[in-house]
């Protein structure tokens, strides 16, 4: 969004300006001047520090956020065409003067959602200090409140997002919810949104990543990918999906805790399942090819693997987050996508008697 449509957007906005008053008071010691960066609207510069004191003017543009910081202090803010107060300090703030103005919103919202943290970790925390119940129920307690704790937390974050369909607080809302919800449900939040916050580069990326997803979703054929080995030896995907056995994937790094968690299970059904026809690939994204090769070692990964991958396989098939495990068919079509922990056994177990 340009600054001029910014600032008709805000036009209609009593006690809104066209500029973003920012009175700053550093209570760190030893800093002269801070750093103020808005990257969408090519901001970057230094603003000197006299006595404690800052004073800057940005041009008003509430779909973007900005940033304030020294040393190792700093605070996001949002030019909203409003007079912002920011400390810089341990707790470090920024307060707009105008009860209900997009910043102070954004507050609101940053204390929700600590809020909403906090009261989850405090039961989880109780829950694990209950000696009177047993592992299997302790498990199943901290699943039910964590499931009815995202159920919440993605219907609160649906509702940020439609009451502030015009500016950047939707943009945050839409990134929190969508960690959480299926494609389908954040296409529609996506929906929810200003063309103007459709045409963002963190929208349009979303939305590019989902398509990918969709392209590579359960019923599609595998997509191909040639890589370079650790060894410098051109290597395909193709080479071990697509030829006539069931093949699960396991896309990981050695740097990732739950990916080292998965190898013992993914061993177990590979001893039970190889002879009847699995293979089992291991693909290593996002990571060191030594370290891969080393942990692979450790964990006795004994399957076939592709080393150096790094973001190659994981921009194709809109992988996120690792692991993530595929079983793909014998013609390579994608039979299940991001398996864990008992399903991996269980889906392959539908395929493989």
Known sequence: MTIAAAGALLAGCADVSDVTKISGTV?????????????????????????????????????VF??????????????????????????????????????????????????????????????????SISEDERKAMIDSNYNAVTGSFVDFNEQVIKDNSDNVIALFALQQAAMLSEDTETQAMIGMLS????????????????????ETGEGKMFKDFTVEDSDGKTVKFSDYVGKGKYVLVDFWASWCGPCKAEIPNIRNIYDKYHKKGLEVLSVAVWDQPQATKDTAKVYGVKWDQIINAQQVPTELYGIQGIPHIILFGPDGTILKRNLRGEEIEEEVAKYIK
């Open 195 to 214: 063309p103007a916050l459709q045409e963002t580069e963190s929208v349009k990326t979303m939305k590019a990543e989902i398509q990918t997803r969709i």
């Open 66 to 131: 900005g940033a304030i910081s020294a040393a190792s202090y700093g605070v996001n803010f949002i030019p909203d065409g409003t007079e912002i107060d920011v400390v810089i300090a341990e707790e470090s703030s920024a307060v707009s003067r105008k009860s209900g103005s997009v910043q102070s919103r954004f507050v609101s919202y940053q204390e929700k959602v600590k809020t909403i943290m906090n009261d989850f970790n405090t039961s989880v925390q109780a829950i694990m200090a209950d000696t």
């Open 27 to 63: 209570k760190a010691e030893a800093i002269d001047e801070v750093n103020v960066t808005v990257p969408e609207m090519s901001i970057d510069t230094l603003v000197p520090v006299k006595d404690g004191k800052f004073y800057l003017e940005v041009p008003a543009n509430p779909v």
